[in-house]
């Protein structure tokens, strides 16, 4: 974990809401897909702890993240420009590959499913399995992602070749969310799911995975004020009792979790 100055490279619109942020880190620095950083946006006051945010890609000398305007922060940040400081720390939490046991995974076709902002760090995943982790499964990854509209949707050009994209109203590709969507693809114990969205989104698609059988990890993303496991801000119920999303998460095998 690193406490650093990164000016941004990149600061794109990407859909209707959603931004890439591209910008500078260490050359010493090692990151795992699924981890996230805390950022602060420098001179800017109006709010005082930093945000969390997914890595979507890491490169050699860069990193990005996608990321909502939601709120203040996030729409000042989608304002900044090209070389303008951050204050990062980072990397923070576990990695989908913490999971990846080569003898377990063998055989076993992975599915990402991705739901709206939870499309980066599930980008981030896939390009790491395409690189370290494809001998560890049957075949390559197939990637799923679900919105509200097409007018949500990234540009094209950031998905993966095999990629599955599904609207509920309808307006792009598959017309429903990401379950509806397994349920059609008829998965089963040969597969196994990691998944990044929603809330309510991965809890149906944890049960759903639960009752065939099939092994699934989820990023879970809540309020982090420390993001050092320090302020119990973000702990989630689990069956070996509470846990902190951002010490020991974000990812979680989804049969830990009790969901609310």
Known sequence: MKD???KIIENKKISEDFFRLSFSIPNN???KAGQFLSLKIIGYSETFLRRPFA???VCDNSAEIIYQVRGKTTQFLSSMKSGQELLILAPLGNGFSDFIDKDFCKNKIPILVA???GLGPMLCFHKEIEKSFEKAFIKNSNFISGFRTDSLI???SIFPENSSICCDDGS???KGNVLDFLKKIEIDSNNIVFCCGPYNMMKFIAKFCIEKNIECFVSLEEMMACSLGVCMGCVVDTKNGKRRVCKDGPIFNAKEIVWH
């Open 4 to 6: 650093f100055k990164s």
């Open 172 to 174: 792009f590709g598959f």
């Open 29 to 31: 620095i090692s990151i």
């Open 55 to 57: 890595f979507s890609s």
């Open 154 to 156: 990234p540009e094209l």
């Open 115 to 117: 739901g709206g902002v």
